[in-house]
């Protein structure tokens, strides 16, 4: 089982500021690495796919990079809209797909 | 795409439980769906998958024999069911779409159902 480790585990960032998260997987995943933005009493939504492409209605600031073991998300100037957990998740390898603990983004 | 879950149960140890995932505005039968756990205060995990179309299944070893997974094609409806609940079946169980690209290669969850929350306790 591939495990995912995503650090910090909370960040805390001003409004109009840059957030970098990371994840790390255990061993290569390639591309494989979706991130997911996941709000409380809310159904998580898919922001980025293949490391790097942002889904269907996902705004320019989120952007994704990195393949193999290590991965970044970067949110470049914070809404008050983005505060809450993100996850990776890789589906190179399964079962099972994975995740990592969660970043939760908090206001500074 | 809406992905609608059945509401929040309450159960007692040893009960039965089935939940359910409405899949609407797409073609329920060509596309995956995944099934996804969160327990209290912790993250996420994969519990397994059904393919609506021959209803196949894939579990993560973890879950397997633990829960089933089914669903219904004619009314568009994944199913997780649990036939003996456990105090620690305590969590939130969400459905995920999956598009389907072949039998070797994997894609990720583009569309979720807000989660069904279940508490058992006695």
């Known amino acids: 089982e591939i495990v995912m480790t995503q650090s910090p585990a909370t960040l805390s960032v001003s409004p109009g500021e840059r957030a970098t998260l990371s994840c790390r997987a255990s061993q290569s995943v390639s591309s494989k690495l979706a991130w997911y933005q996941h709000k409380p009493g809310q159904a998580p939504r898919l922001l980025i796919y293949g490391a790097s492409d942002r889904a269907t209605g996902i705004p320019a600031r989120f952007s994704g990079s990195g393949s193999g073991t290590e991965f970044t998300l970067t949110i470049s100037s914070l809404q008050s809209e983005d505060f809450a957990v993100y996850y990776c998740q890789q589906y190179n390898n399964w079962p099972p797909y994975t995740f990592g603990q969660g970043t939760k983004l908090e206001i500074k | 795409v809406q992905l609608v879950q059945s509401g929040a149960e309450v159960k007692k140890p040893g009960e039965s439980l089935r939940i359910s995932c409405k899949g609407s505005g797409y073609s329920f039968t060509n596309y995956w769906i995944n099934w996804v756990r969160q327990m209290p205060g912790k993250g996420l995990e994969w519990m397994g998958k059904?393919?609506?179309?021959?209803?196949?299944?894939n579990y993560s070893p973890s879950f397997q024999g633990h829960v089933t997974i089914s669903a219904d094609k004619s009314i568009s409806t994944a199913y997780l069911q649990w036939s003996s609940l456990k105090a620690s079946d305590t969590a939130i169980y969400y459905c995920?779409?999956?598009?389907?690209?072949?039998?070797?290669?994997?894609?990720?969850?583009?569309?979720w159902g807000p989660g069904t929350l279940v508490t058992v306790s006695s």
């Open positions: 995920a779409r999956q598009v389907y690209c072949g039998d070797d290669c994997s894609t990720d969850f583009d569309y």
């Open positions: 059904i393919y609506p179309s021959d209803s196949y299944t």
